[in-house]
């Protein structure tokens, strides 16, 4: 814009009257943009007592959320025209989330954003709600925020805002007639001035930081005063809080303190009070004979309790002998219906180990909990025992199905597919449309029915018609969920589903991104993590990997976990209580109960 350089170097002029040090960006790209705020902010922005100014003069931009709300961005040089390339633009441009970032990093108390742009104000929250005194301004912790214009208004080459604010600091205005201005008298100012002298082309806004800990103060510009003038006048201020806030402990400890002293005359007049009652002798007499009754009735109580206990513990004996010949019976019985390539158990000889084959039973009916309890009991009771290393592993692995299926309701194929120590694409397919009703959320969330008639099955793969997860897996290809399509294959030259191939980590990772953006129509998903990263979290999988992206929204949302090694196991293979929980831990994420 022509007349930004006239523009710094007036606000740069009055600044530094008002005994700021000042510091200069020119024409920076957005790289440079980000740098210049972490710069200012890691140098003064630390010292709690400092008052930090940020000026930016240049174009501005809102952009229509889908969701209804508006994004405004402030616009580096870099940046293109969003008319011509948005999707560069939102890439190089400044979004005010950032903007609010920056805010909360800075330690000091007070810190006034003023934006000679024009966007929406969507960051802050306008508020005319003024403390009434300059100590309580100064005492508490402030971000406020300036615009000169709201979204698709034109911000003129000779700034009227620019020069409303300086006059407005220099005293030439109704403002600062008792020798401050506020960021909040300083925005009602603008907002008015600016508007009267671009005859309505401009409409300012102004307002504090959504944030409770934050929108409590007030920036404070002190006039006509010498740097150290400011400074003790700021030192006054706070005397003046202190004193206030002592004021107010002192009344504080006068109410106690005769709280206090009723409290202790209505506690003297009930002890007289009950030492009165007492002194009736028949109503002693009475209030003996009554606890006496009680006794003998509450021994007589105990007595007949004591009995019953005995009479209850003779059956339960009886009732677990019957049992234990029972199971003597059963005991070296395997299971066969637990599923193929779940987990391998083998009964081993000798005596013993009646909880680790309960467990078992447990197990085979899928009752995961129940089976938990009982390998416990059998570790509890047999540390070295000849069933003690099956019953640990068979713990190991129901313990984290429980902990997989917490919170949520698991139908039968999911209970299957939750034993298997790797999960195929035909088992995961399963678990989206079975479990999750992946079908019905995604029907759900596209109204326009023109879209959901595109959304057909184009052909059947040949390794999936006699499939037993046949349907599961054309629903899949219908939605087109990405990593779940049909592979090439080169023997058969072929597409096919490859409904045995393990799901890895990495893999999952990629197909649930795809998921959760279909879910919320946030499509920025794909690329979130594709700038700005130099270091990955997970020293096994580089920023440069494919499923890097899709493996930090996992992470970052806790739907999928890294190891304690510090690895994410990129390539390791998927086991089916993993595969619950995350799939537990997206419908919390997106309130699917």
Known sequence: MPGVKKDVDAVKAVLEEQGFHVTVVMDPKKDQMVQAFENFINKYGQDQDNRLLFYFAGHGYTVKMTYGEEMGYIVPVDAPNPHNDQNRFLSTAMDMQLIEVFAK???????????????SGSLFALSRAVPESISYKTARPVRQFITSG???EQVPDTSIFRQQFISALKGETNL???????????????????????????????????????????FVFVLNKTNDEQSMFIIHAEEQRVNEERKSIKKEKEKYEHDKVVYAEREKEEKEKLIKDAESAEKMIALQEERRKLEEERKEIDRIRILGKKEALKREREKKKIEEEREKIEKKKLYANLPK???????????????????????????????????????????????????????????????????????????????????????????????????????????????????????????????????????IMKWKVRGLEPKYDTATKAYLFKPTDVVKRGEMAFILEDVLIKLTGDEKLVTAYFFGQDKSPYPDVKPTSPFYNAVMNMTSRGIMEGELSGEFRIDAPVDGAEALFALRVLKQKMNIY
């Open 105 to 119: 990093r800075i330690q000091s108390k007070h810190a006034l954003f003023l934006f000679d742009s024009c966007f």
């Open 150 to 152: 709201g979204a698709d």
């Open 176 to 218: 600062g007639k008792d020798g401050y201005i506020t960021g909040t008298a300083l925005g009602e100012y603008l907002q008015d001035s600016v508007v009267n002298y671009s005859k309505g082309a401009q409409h300012p806004q102004y307002g504090k930081i959504r944030n409770p800990n934050l929108d409590k103060g007030d």
């Open 341 to 475: 390539d779940g987990i391998k158990y083998t009964i081993s000889g000798g005596e013993g180990g009646e909880n680790y084959h309960n467990g078992l039973k447990y197990l085979s009916s899928l009752e995961f909990r129940k089976a938990r309890d009982k390998f416990a009991d059998e570790l509890n009771s047999s540390r070295e025992g000849p069933f003690h290393a099956d019953a640990d592993k068979a713990w190991k692995k129901t313990d984290k199905i429980v902990r997989a299926m917490a919170g949520i309701t698991v139908g039968d194929v999911g209970k299957q597919i939750a034993v298997k120590d790797s999960v195929t694409r035909a088992d995961l397919a399963a678990l989206l449309i079975d479990e999750m009703k992946l079908d019905k959320l995604f029907a759900g969330r596209i109204h326009v029915k023109s879209q959901i008639d595109k959304m057909k099955t184009e052909f059947i793969p040949a390794d999936v018609l006699n499939h037993s997860f046949k349907e599961e897996i054309l629903t």
